[in-house]
């Protein structure tokens, strides 16, 4: 999958900067979600500092070019928003496999339903969390 990520950015009144564009290169070319000190180590011979990282990353998550993934690790992980899909993470290694399969719709009609207080909902979350073969192996 190619992105244009000049394009992207303008669509979302963002200025085009060097450390947005490589940042987003960096999360297009990875096979999951990344977190800041990731991206820094990837962009080493960039000389982008970790602040602006930090920075960067709030901005492109704010302007939802970047999406914010939850998967009870210590940092904040990101991706971009490509596909509907969830993850599987192992809590012993960190491994994280993503899937498509999403049951949420029935169950969120239903919570629509029985809800006094919402009758719509625009997005959900749902990560899973398990043991890896490997780790359960070892
Ligand atoms: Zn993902
Ligand atoms: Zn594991
Ligand atoms: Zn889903």
């Known amino acids: 999958m190619s ?3 000049s394009k992207i950015l303008k669509e979302k009144a ?6 947005r564009l490589l940042i ?12 800041a000190e990731d991206i820094h180590i990837k962009l080493q ?14 901005s492109l998550e704010k302007a939802d070019v970047l999406k914010r993934v939850d998967l009870h690790t210590d940092s904040v992980l990101y991706e971009l928003p490509t596909h ?3 993850h599987i993470v192992c ?7 993503a899937f498509d399969e999403c049951g949420m719709d029935s169950l ?3 919570v629509v339903n ?21 780790c359960s192996r070892a």
């Open 3 to 5: 992105y244009n990520f």
């Open 14 to 19: 963002l200025k085009v900067t060097k450390p």
């Open 24 to 35: 987003l290169s960096v999360c297009a070319s990875a096979n999951g979600p990344l977190c």
């Open 45 to 58: 011979h960039e000389k982008i500092n970790l602040t602006t990282v930090y920075r960067t990353l709030h």
């Open 84 to 86: 509907h899909h969830h």
């Open 91 to 97: 809590t012993l290694c960190g491994l994280i496999e």
């Open 108 to 110: 969120v009609g239903n």
């Open 114 to 134: 029985d809800s006094k207080k919402f009758s719509t909902v625009q997005d959900h979350s749902l990560e899973l969390f398990g043991i890896c073969n490997a």
